[in-house]
């Protein structure tokens, strides 16, 4: 951090403007610089390096969009004009921490000591954090607030109904155990719900816990909430899991992010068919991955749509825009994993996520 401290050093330019003023650092530094409405204004060769995007990408967009928990750390330096130090920072990525950083946040005093930006320096990192270009630009930004704030007035009344509802049912049929077992599903998965709408759209602004979990649960846990619709739409649940190790994440999020698959693949199919769903371990490129595939018979994916499935403007179905995927892929993402689809017109869609193995854990 002292070695950040003494490269840094104002090039002598009253014009802050992006075009004529750069901050001088040491080879390899990291640095960055916003101004006092929190826009970026610079962002160095190591700084692309290490978000995986170029200059041109972040400059102008605001400081919430890339680094959110530094938003409260480098406003009050604006305030008082005094460096500021921040010792193993994480910053959450869209889904999940993926970077953690000695932090030195440098004022940038020029006519009459007046701040007119601040320039971040970054040391002792590990891990990355890949910005992605759907989140980087800003109008999709916009559209996701929107969502987030729809979903939070929109939902959470009806979901107060529906378990006014449950508790009614659960009073006057108590007796039936089936009922029981279903309206305590019910229940825990409104509570979930409401859990999504307050920490799952703002994940940027949350530490996300990463744990064990176990997917066979998970995914027995899908299996009972899908049951009722397969059955009303005639469509057969077939499952082949095997014998899993554990993986290192955040179990809800997991959760949403094969709910969303699934879902998928029950509305490929309106007129019934056969979901599958296998699990299995693969070595690649010298990671042991959990493989789950989730495959539908229904009438497939265009190839046209396929090449951009998962873009926020983009969708197999009408209304979602592609939101459910997008969340899934930034999901997976988020745990060092990827996903992948494979679609054939009118024999069906199959999803492969890739969730890489902790190698200390055991086959449970």
């Known amino acids: 951090m002292k070695n950040s401290q003494k490269a840094y050093k104002n090039s002598g330019h009253s014009d802050y403007s992006t075009k004529q003023r750069e901050v001088r650092v040491e080879a390899g530094q990291y ?6 409405s929190l826009a970026i204004i610079s962002w160095n060769l190591s700084m692309e390096k290490l978000c995986h995007r170029p200059a041109k990408s972040v400059i102008g967009i605001k400081l919430d969009r890339v680094f959110p928990l530094l938003h409260d750390e480098i406003l009050p330096v604006f305030g008082n004009g005094k460096e500021k130090r921040i010792k193993s920072f994480r910053n959450n990525c869209f889904m999940g921490t993926n970077l953690c950083a000695d932090i030195l946040i440098v004022p940038e005093k020029k006519k009459k000591d007046k701040i007119e930006a601040v320039s971040v320096f970054f040391d002792n990192i590990t891990g990355e954090c890949p910005l992605n270009k759907e989140l980087v630009n800003s109008e999709k930004m916009v559209a996701i607030g929107k969502i987030a704030s729809s979903l939070a007035h929109g939902v959470r009344n009806p979901l107060n109904a529906i378990k006014g509802a449950v508790v009614y049912l659960r009073e006057k049929y108590g007796h039936e155990s089936t009922l029981l077992e279903f309206s305590t599903i019910i229940n825990e998965e409104i509570d979930k719900l409401d859990d999504f709408i307050s920490n799952f759209l703002s994940t940027a602004r949350e530490k996300t816990t990463f744990l064990p979990v176990n ?24 499952h082949n899991l095997s014998v899993l190790p554990l993986i290192i994440g955040d179990s809800f999020q997991i959760e949403q992010a094969l709910f969303n698959l699934i879902n998928n693949a029950l509305e490929a199919m309106p007129d019934g068919g056969v979901l599958d769903i296998k699990t299995s371990l693969k070595w690649e490129k010298n990671v042991d991955y959990l493989v789950i595939e989730i495959s539908d018979t229904g009438k497939g994916i265009p190839d046209k749509k396929l090449r951009k499935l998962g873009e926020l403007s983009n969708g197999t179905k009408k209304h979602d825009k592609g939101f459910g995927i997008f969340l899934s892929r930034e999901v997976i993402k988020a745990h060092s994993g990827k996903l992948l689809c494979e679609s054939v017109r009118n024999r069906g869609t199959i999803f492969k996520v890739f969730l890489p193995v902790e190698k200390s854990e055991r086959p449970v």
Not at 31 to 36: C, E, I, M, T
Not at 222 to 237: G, L, S, T, Y
Request: aromatic fraction near 6%.
């Open 31 to 36: 640095v960055f610089s916003v101004d006092k």
């Open 215 to 238: 997917l066979n649960d998970i995914l027995k846990a899908i299996f009972v909430m899908i049951q009722p619709r397969a059955e009303v739409q005639d469509i057969k649940i077939s």
